[in-house]
């Protein structure tokens, strides 16, 4: 009986007999970015007794010379869009009928459309590592091989040295292979796998960052990160090095990754599965990256099945999840692969991402898109094109973020999410999606739309401690706060609504409401303190505002702090954190009219140290203050 070493051995064939073990008419599986097998396809490409071969693949990259052949001699399908998507050239896109076979489902599903011959394989032709004790690894490109090659009748490997051994779930036995060919080629780097997609045309860097520090915020310290395979969320991983002891479970390892492993900044340490281990189904990068995977316990490549798997997501606590979309609807539908009848990439693991953070305790969902097109257009839209794939739908979209802000969408009324979408659309698109959605009675006809041309100012948020230790967030009013409003004046009590408006009022006027949420920040200023400094559902605990008079007359400055909350200093802290950011916008005098009986308003102006002249009539003590005089001490923020 021939030993295993033998019977490996008799197995070894060479480039141009490999044709000859493929019939016509076979789908062929192939691997991914650096585990494609490019001499394999190549061989089979320069054979022409072949014919009317169907090649199916994940994630195009690198030299795929079958792109180019007629649809009678080879045919390509996958999971993932490869057209108009800057992964080919003008030329090669002109010269191939083949790119448009797209199968739109989640990676999740591929071992059931396997199970149930809804997709069939023939052949699989993979790249491994050389032998080690009656096993190979599958290397950087684990993902769905395994389905592929458990329903395949015929598996072929190419036999790498530089393919790295990888730790997890990643290897098979020497027995599962048909045949192997010696191609010890380096693997391909990014540059290499998608030179067109590097030099085609990107998104600013400045638009990248705004959307990183606004990502940066909602992930918290020992956050699991799962990134969505879309370059436009490259850019902004960066971002992450402010945070400490992330964990990783994700699909695709980039280069960004691995120098957030290099840097101590992703530590897995507190998973709560996989605990001290990134998991991910694939590689592409530098040959450092690939160094970096071979044979590192701390990194682990895992079958898609696993890594996608919305329920065992749903088990990793504190799991950010972030998908990049094409367009969102100011309802919050969302359209990841394609716009009106063009797809441009795929689903991916999109939709399972979303989930499988939306069932993780203390997990967040979150969708990132630029607000504005490369091409001029806005990508906050009113409903999404005809014929747009909806891969996300409202129910399950929680934060949504673009260069300008966040929207938080979860549990929101349709009038709500209108304001959130409308405020982090770009400033052009505002007042015609504002139009639209009053014209089909998503908000109230009544609504200002003081906000529509000016941006949100994020830079004005703060962290700010009270004097008993209590972390609270403070932060420009939204037009969205209109309940948090109504809410906040509800836990008022009668004499502080009666010091603060001179008359007993039982509830809060809509106007009023609409005019102190809905703020033109380049003329007014509204600023609100929140319980909970990161978490969406908290509430207002004070309020402070200095409002323009439109006759020409100075602008009149007011605050409030409810009942359970006085003696913290926040009404000290809102007065000074009003004169900084009039003095920032080059306000030369504010004044406040106060009822003398309002004497802890009273000592705060006195002692505030800011220059006021003071008048007195029928009990209403009228402040002027002077911005022009030396302005005391400047408060310290926490950004």
Request: hydrophobic fraction near 35%.
């Amino acid at each position: 009986m021939a030993s295993t070493t033998q019977r490996w051995e008799e197995k070894e064939i060479s480039l141009d007999i490999l044709p000859s073990k493929i019939a016509n008419g076979s789908k062929i599986y192939i691997g991914s970015c650096g585990s494609t097998a490019e001499a394999s396809l190549q061989a089979m490409v320069d054979d022409w007794s072949l014919a009317n071969i169907q090649i199916i693949q994940m994630i195009p990259g690198g030299n795929l010379p079958h792109l180019s052949q007629s649809l009678d001699r080879f045919r390509t399908s996958g999971f993932f869009s490869f057209n108009r998507t800057n992964f080919f050239s003008t030329e090669e896109h002109q010269n191939t009928e083949c790119l448009n076979d797209y199968t739109p489902v989640g990676v999740n599903q591929i071992t059931r459309l396997l199970q149930e011959k809804c997709v069939q394989v023939d052949v699989s032709i993979i790249k491994v590592t050389p032998p080690h004790k009656g096993f190979v690894s599958l290397g950087t490109g684990v993902e769905a091989t395994m389905d592929f090659i458990r329903h395949s009748q015929i598996v072929i490997a190419e036999v790498n040295e530089n393919m790295p051994w990888t730790e997890g779930p990643s290897k098979i036995p020497i027995d599962d292979i048909d045949w192997w060919i010696s191609v010890n080629k380096p693997l391909l780097t990014t540059e290499e796998l998608w030179p067109e997609l590097i030099a085609g045309p990107t998104y600013p860097q400045d638009i990248m960052d705004r959307i990183g520090m606004n990502i940066v915020k909602e992930v918290p310290n020992r956050a699991t990160i799962r990134l969505g395979v879309s370059p436009l969320i490259y850019p902004t991983i960066k971002f992450l090095r402010e945070r400490s002891d992330l964990g990783l479970h994700t699909d695709l390892f980039n280069e960004e990754l691995f120098q957030l492993h290099k840097e101590g900044v992703i530590t897995n340490k507190y998973k709560t599965i996989n605990t001290g281990r990134s998991v991910v189904g694939q590689a592409y990068g530098s040959a450092e990256l690939y160094d970096f995977c071979d044979r590192n316990p701390i990194i682990e490549f895992h079958p898609s099945s696993s890594t996608c798997d919305p329920q065992t997501l749903s088990k990793i606590d504190n799991l950010v999840s972030i998908v990049a979309a094409l367009k969102v609807d100011v309802t919050g539908q969302v359209a990841t692969d394609s716009i009106a009848h063009k797809f441009y990439m795929g689903l991916w693991t999109d939709e399972d991402s979303i989930r499988g953070a939306k069932f993780s305790r203390g997990g967040k969902p979150i969708i990132i898109v630029p607000s504005k097109s490369i091409s001029g257009r806005s990508n906050i839209v009113f409903e999404l094109p005809p014929g747009t794939g909806v891969s996300i739908t409202r129910s399950d979209v929680e934060y949504v973020i673009t260069e300008i802000g966040t929207a938080y969408l979860y549990g929101k009324s349709i009038r709500e999410r209108c304001l959130a979408l409308i405020n982090i659309a770009h400033t052009d698109f505002r007042q015609e999606l504002m139009h639209l959605a009053k014209e089909n009675r998503y908000i109230s006809m009544s609504q200002p739309g003081r906000f529509l041309s000016s941006t949100y100012p994020v830079e004005l948020e703060a962290k700010y401690t009270t004097r008993t230790g209590k972390t609270v967030l403070v932060r420009p009013v939204k037009a969205t706060d209109e309940d948090n409003l109504r809410n906040f004046f509800h836990k008022l009590s009668d004499h502080s609504v009666y010091l603060r408006y001179f008359r007993k009022l039982k509830s809060m006027p809509q106007k009023i409401l609409q005019k102190t949420a809905d703020v033109d920040y380049s003329k007014d200023m509204a600023i609100v303190v929140q319980d909970c400094h990161d978490d969406p559902h908290h509430e207002l605990v004070a309020l402070g505002q200095w409002v323009s008079d439109p006759r020409g007359g100075l602008s009149e400055l007011a605050f409030q702090v409810r009942d359970d909350w006085q003696g913290e200093g926040l009404g000290t802290f809102l007065f000074r954190r009003l004169i900084d950011i009039a003095r920032e916008q080059g306000i030369q005098h504010l004044k406040a009219d106060v009822l003398s009986d309002n004497k802890g308003m009273n000592v705060i102006f006195e002692r505030s140290g800011v220059k006021c002249r003071k008048r007195s009539d029928f009990g209403v003590i009228t402040y002027l203050f002077d911005l022009d005089a030396t302005p005391p001490e400047p408060q310290q923020y926490k950004k």
